[in-house]
């Protein structure tokens, strides 16, 4: 997959973000399926994949706990690096004592 850079007109990017909102689609998501309908709708060189565009798979980031089930996590994502390796200090001890 290619990562581009666009500029959009402000209404256009309004309208966009409102179809998207619409459709639970991302604006990326948006914007590749008016891509691929304007390619449909003039047919040239371009063959698209037999298979439908899918999401990659997740990568493991190796998390121990969800870090947005604390309602505190606005707070802890500003903190020092000291401080947040303490608080993942914290964390693998308690997922450590909740494992046994």
Do not use: C
């Amino acid at each position: 997959m290619v990562k581009t850079q666009i500029q959009l007109p402000d209404e256009l990017y309004r309208e966009l973000k409102r179809v998207a909102a619409a459709k639970e689609w991302s604006l990326a998501e948006t914007l590749r399926r008016g891509a691929e309908w304007v390619v449909a709708t003039h047919p040239g060189a371009f063959h698209p994949s037999p298979t439908p565009w899918q999401l990659p798979a997740p990568i493991d980031l190796g998390l121990i706990a969800d870090p947005f089930a604390d309602p505190d996590w606005r707070e802890d994502a500003n903190l020092s690096a000291a401080s947040a390796s303490l608080i993942a200090e914290q964390l693998r001890a308690r997922a450590t004592r909740l494992e046994t």
